[in-house]
């Protein structure tokens, strides 16, 4: 591991080197990891060509857990009472815009709240257990809109828009709790 100096901020990176067409830059833990071919060793270009882009990653990363250190966990909802919420979330929400749920799945996620599968399956993150209500009611409504619209696109944030008209605070309180429940369970 190394570290560099990005305007104001000590970045720690990696560089890998893999048979890849293409040398990528990614942010995993608030470090950098640079994917190189094989055949390249000069990373300097990547780094000065995306430096806007990584400030702005890792500027973010560093707010957010600052962030943190001022929420607080529930640790009251048990699993039994967490399934139930869901559970009857997923029903009305569902019922509300006309969709049909298939399944309903809680596991613990490595990098995501929830997901909501092609046969209409929606899996919700266990960790989210611990958040307040609102963010679960949020997150639930977030995979069920995702059974008319499969991506992220324009047309789905409109429609997220029409229950919640300011989603973007909730997108970012979620990865401000993120940084308190990563390590759970």
Same mark, same amino acid.
């Not at 591991?1 to 893999?18: A, G, L, N, P």
């Given at each position: 591991?190394? $570290?560099?100096?990005?305007? *104001?901020?000590?970045?720690?990176?990696?560089? =890998?080197?893999?048979k890849v067409k293409y040398a990528r830059l990614e942010i995993k833990n608030g470090e950098l990891?640079?994917?190189?071919?094989?055949?390249?060793? *000069?990373?300097?270009?990547?780094?000065?060509?995306?430096?806007?882009?990584?400030?702005? /990653?890792?500027?973010?990363? $560093?707010?957010? /857990?600052?962030?943190?250190? /001022?929420?607080?966990?529930?640790?009251?909802?048990?699993?039994?009472? =967490?399934?139930?919420?869901?559970?009857?979330?997923?029903?009305?929400? %569902?019922?509300?815009m006309g969709l049909d749920v298939n399944h309903i799945t809680l596991r613990k996620m490595k990098?995501?709240?929830?997901?909501? %599968?092609?046969?209409?399956?929606?899996?919700?993150?266990?960790?989210?257990?611990?958040?307040?209500?609102?963010?679960?009611?949020?997150?639930?409504?977030?995979?069920?809109?995702?059974?008319?619209?499969?991506?992220? %696109? $324009?047309?789905?944030? *409109?429609?997220?828009?029409?229950? &919640?008209?300011? &989603?973007?605070?909730?997108?970012?309180?979620?990865?401000? &709790?993120?940084?308190?429940? /990563?390590?759970? *369970?």
């Open positions: 591991m190394s $570290k560099i100096k990005i305007r *104001d901020i000590e970045v720690k990176y990696h560089v =890998f080197h893999r990891n640079l994917i190189l071919p094989l055949e390249i060793d *000069d990373y300097q270009i990547l780094i000065d060509k995306h430096e806007k882009w990584i400030h702005q /990653k890792i500027s973010r990363i $560093k707010r957010l /857990k600052n962030e943190s250190q /001022k929420r607080k966990l529930d640790f009251s909802r048990g699993r039994e009472s =967490f399934r139930n919420l869901v559970t009857v979330l997923v029903d009305e929400i %569902s019922g509300d990098t995501r709240w929830g997901s909501c %599968s092609t046969q209409g399956n929606i899996t919700i993150n266990t960790r989210l257990r611990y958040l307040p209500e609102n963010l679960i009611r949020y997150v639930v409504h977030h995979e069920i809109c995702h059974l008319r619209v499969r991506n992220h %696109s $324009k047309e789905y944030w *409109d429609l997220v828009a029409v229950t &919640y008209p300011n &989603y973007q605070l909730l997108e970012e309180e979620l990865a401000i &709790y993120w940084f308190l429940v /990563k390590d759970l *369970d």
